[in-house]
């Protein structure tokens, strides 16, 4: 069975410093990835999706980076965070654009102070 | 183009009573809909997908949603409200294009009375 593991779970970051989310699939292979973001009482904002190796498209502008160095890593960066990069992220995969369900990571929940 | 509209931020019942989460869609194509939960600080849990075959979807907890192509509409209900209910509900539309992305709805927050 397939499995997303994401973490850490929460994280307390100053103003200004480096973020790394990392999250990992398991049991399954070229799958697409998604990192989510979710801001206090509201849905759910796509911010990067990859379809292979090397593969990243940004939704939104902003702060943040992602890389997809193998085939089932997924990583969410940043040099120098900011107040509003606070939230909650999700890690998402999904088989492939003809079966669009999505599998969710637990989240990190983000706080920079 | 996607695009979903929950139609209320917050619903409260009481338990044992019906629950009915309303969800409008928009898309160029077919779509595939999606209903997930999800409880404080945690991810996000499929409750039920369309997927083009039969209309009305049934999935865990009871809960079941009809897609209606005339209404553009993916309402969600259950029959008797559970105090393990109260979680927030997010309705999700996919038009297979573009990777599969999937675009949310802001949810809605049901709140069970004991």
């Known amino acids: 069975s397939q499995t997303i593991h994401q973490w850490p779970a929460t994280l307390v970051q100053p103003v200004g410093s480096p973020l790394s989310l990392e999250c990992t699939v398991e049991g399954t292979s070229n799958p697409n990835l998604y990192w989510y973001r979710q801001a206090a009482g509201r849905g759910l904002q796509l911010l990067f999706y990859?379809?292979?190796?090397?593969?990243i498209s940004s939704e939104v502008p902003q702060n943040l980076s992602a890389s997809r160095p193998q085939d089932r890593q997924f990583i969410l960066s940043s040099k120098k965070l900011l107040l509003s990069d606070s939230g909650f992220y999700l890690c998402?995969?999904?088989?492939?654009?003809?079966?669009?369900?999505?599998?969710f990571g637990q989240g990190t929940r983000l706080t920079v102070v | 183009a996607q695009s979903v509209t929950q139609l209320d931020s917050h619903v409260s019942v009481s338990e044992g009573t019906p629950v009915l989460l309303r969800c409008n869609y928009s898309s160029s194509y077919s779509p595939s809909l999606f209903w997930y939960v999800q409880h404080p600080n945690k991810g996000l849990q499929l409750l039920l997908k369309?997927?083009?075959?039969?209309?009305l979807v049934k999935g865990i907890n009871g809960f079941e949603a009809e897609f209606k192509k005339s209404e553009t509409s993916f309402h969600l209900t259950k029959p008797s409200a559970h105090m393990s209910d109260a979680a927030e509900y997010f309705c999700?539309?996919?038009?297979?294009?573009?990777?599969?992305?999937?675009?949310f709805g802001d949810g809605t927050t049901l709140t069970v009375k004991p």
């Open positions: 999700v539309v996919s038009d297979h294009t573009n990777a599969g992305k999937s675009t």
């Open positions: 990859s379809v292979g190796i090397g593969q």
């Open positions: 369309y997927t083009s075959a039969a209309t």
């Open positions: 998402a995969w999904s088989r492939d654009r003809a079966d669009p369900e999505a599998f």
